[in-house]
Antibody
Framework: QVQLVQSGAEVKKPGASVKVSCKAS????????IHWVRQAPGQGLEWLGW????????HYARKFQDRVTMTRDTSISTAYMELTWLTSDDTAVYYC???????????WGQGTMVTVSS | QSVLTQPPSVSGAPGQRVTISCTGS?????????VHWYQQLPGTAPKLLIY???NRPSGVPDRISGSKSDTSASLAITGLQAEDEADYYC??????????FGGGTKLTVL
């Protein structure tokens, strides 16, 4: 079936970087944009940006554009999101999501908990 | 502070009808961008509930509906059930092609 499977939970120290992977299966990886969305504990959803798996093109939210890099490896149908210079405010569940042709998020990964703590 | 404004909470008794509003501006909903709605049950990833203003994905019951008019949108749930208790989020785009979310609404079934 169509699914996105993310890498496991991470614990990082302030100032470190984290790289989360998102493996797609059950559909043509290059046919749909992948977005990244995060949710801090008890908070709402926050968009980080997207990557176009076909071209490698990206578009980042202004808030993160100096710290985030989104890449992909089409040979293994996997997207990646790397966030640098982590602070405690980056503690959140990070989701990769598939952007359907109608710009809605029809498939969500299971989420990756990233904890930033000294 | 979210770009799209939702009420923090709504409630209703079983069988009743509730609506959740989502208010934007001329830079997002008012610019013609569609609105989508998601349901998030406790401890789970959000799930697409309504796409492109008023369309239901396969498997979403027809007692759930959406509408949009200019800078605002709403989600309606009729015949409220205990399983509807969840957080609901609206989502759209802005004129800079950034994704914007509402702050979320907690639905309580009394």
């Amino acid at each position: 079936q169509v699914q996105l499977v993310q890498s496991g939970a991470e614990v990082k120290k302030p100032g470190a970087s984290v790289k989360v992977s998102c493996k797609a299966s059950g559909y043509t990886f290059s046919g749909y944009y992948i977005h990244w969305v995060r949710q801090a504990p008890g908070q709402g959803l926050e968009w980080l940006g997207w990557t176009n798996p076909k071209s490698g093109g990206t578009h980042y939210a202004r808030k993160f554009q100096d710290r985030v890099t989104m890449t992909r490896d089409t040979s293994i149908s996997t997207a990646y999101m790397e966030l640098t210079w982590l602070t405690s405010d980056d503690t959140a569940v990070y989701y990769c999501v598939r952007d359907d042709t109608g710009d809605a998020y029809d498939i969500w990964g299971q989420g990756t908990m990233v904890t930033v703590s000294s | 502070q979210s770009v799209l404004t939702q009420p923090p909470s709504v409630s209703g008794a079983p069988g009743q009808r509730v609506t959740i509003s989502c208010t934007g501006s001329s830079s997002n909903l008012g610019a013609g961008y569609a609105v989508h709605w998601y349901q998030q049950l406790p401890g789970t990833a959000p799930k697409l509930l309504i796409y492109a203003n008023n369309n239901r994905p396969s498997g979403v019951p027809d007692r759930i509906s959406g509408s949009k008019s200019d800078t605002s949108a709403s989600l309606a749930i009729t015949g409220l059930q205990a399983e509807d208790e969840a957080d609901y989020y609206c989502q759209s785009y802005d004129i800079n092609l950034n994704v914007v979310f509402g702050g979320g609404t907690k639905l309580t079934v009394l």
